[in-house]
């Protein structure tokens, strides 16, 4: 594991080479922290700390593009993170490969804070298995989503470092996919240090745009979406389909935020296919016992054609079957098709607090 993130930490300088653009920076940080025990389930023993490190490759934007200006001028890139995860023989090691936002809160010429997540493909060295590791139990498989959430401040020493320290919560799961999958979520502290390759030493660098043109025409609207998504329903068990429909009204606040309310439908094949083997009752009620219905509410940030997005909502039903939590929560993407009317493709993770519940693909159009 640590030959392979060496190698990757000697080739990511070479990728620089020939893009040295202005706002060009490369940083790296120190994790230190330890694993949220979010469920009482959990079978492995607690590790006394988890540690790690990254390397990141980053780009401020300037404005050249008007969302550049309206979202503060983030940093967008890419890196690795390698953490050891405190056991080596029953949690292993982690490695990712992560794309990034970094989304300024509030800068002066000399300290910032700023908000970041990144969002890659995890591998993790060692996960359950029922002969030589039973009890790890929050990790099914070797390949798994890897998402860090980061609240940053940083201090710029002179024009070429900056130093910054963190607080970050990192999440790995492979959106039961494979079960078990409880997940592991490390809170945890870091300290960094950045280099400015290329550094942006004028307030004329950035690029300004007449606040009227972040306005909308029409600020309502109205989105239909249907998402596709699978899960696992026991150990060593066949994936299942897990449909959804939307319908949701929009507010357009401007051109980079929405928000989203509305209603979905959402049918559970793994539990349909339980209570069909279990007989618990005649078809059409056991396709009623499959059937979630949800409220929801969700933020829509905007960059250009993409949007990242946040959603919660609650279910309706009272008693509703292989439910341990009545709201849930989404993360995912869109990206919006250069066509009219406005149709779009999204992708996101589902999970119930700290355990992923299942990915999924959607279409939709917004009108």
């Not at 930490?9 to 694993?35: A, D, E, H, R, T």
């Not at 989304?103 to 030589?132: C, L």
């Not at 989105?223 to 507010?251: C, H, M, N, P, R």
């Not at 069909?276 to 969700?298: C, D, W, Y």
Request: proline share 3%; aromatic share 14%; glycine share 8%.
């Amino acid at each position: 594991m640590r030959k392979r993130l060496l190698s990757i930490f000697v080739l990511i300088p070479f990728v620089l080479i020939g893009q040295n653009n202005k706002g060009m920076n490369i940083s790296s940080n120190l994790f230190y922290g330890n694993i949220i025990r979010h469920r009482h389930t959990l079978a492995y023993q607690q590790p006394s700390f988890v540690s790690g490190v990254s390397l990141c490759f980053s780009q401020r934007t300037l404005g050249k593009k008007q969302w550049q200006y309206f979202h503060r001028y983030p940093e967008v890139g890419f890196g690795v993170a390698y953490f050891d995860l405190g056991d080596k023989k029953v949690l292993g090691e982690a490695i990712g490969l992560l794309a990034q936002i970094s989304y300024n809160m509030y800068e002066t010429p000399k300290f910032a804070i700023n908000g970041e997540i990144a969002i890659g493909v995890g591998y993790v060295s060692k996960h359950f298995d029922a002969i030589t590791n039973p009890t790890n139990n929050a990790i099914g498989s070797s390949i798994n989503n890897m998402t860090i959430v980061k609240l940053n401040f940083g201090y710029e020493v002179n024009s070429k470092f900056s130093l910054s320290s963190a607080i970050a919560i990192t999440h790995l799961s492979n959106g039961a996919l494979k079960l078990p999958n409880l997940g592991i979520n490390i809170l945890q502290g870091t300290m960094g240090i950045k280099y400015h390759l290329n550094p942006v030493l004028k307030k004329e660098d950035f690029i300004s745009y007449d606040k009227s043109t972040n306005d909308v025409n029409k600020k309502f609207g109205i989105q239909v979406q249907y998402s596709l998504g699978v899960k696992a329903a026991k150990i060593d068990g066949d994936l299942f389909e897990v449909t959804s429909t939307y319908l949701k009204g929009v507010f357009r606040y401007n051109k980079i935020l929405k928000w989203q309310f509305g209603i979905a439908h959402e049918f559970r094949n793994d539990i349909y296919s339980n209570l069909l083997e279990h007989q618990v009752s005649n078809p059409k009620s056991t396709k009623m016992g499959a059937r979630r219905f949800m409220l929801l509410i969700a933020q829509e940030l905007v960059f250009d054609r993409l949007g990242l997005f946040g959603e919660t909502g609650i279910y309706l039903q009272t008693h509703t079957i292989n439910l341990e939590q009545p709201f849930y929560f989404k993360v995912g993407a869109r990206y919006y098709l250069p066509i009219q009317p406005r149709f779009y493709i999204e992708g996101y993770i589902k999970t119930h607090l700290f355990t992923g519940d299942h990915f999924a693909l959607g279409v939709g159009i917004e009108l």
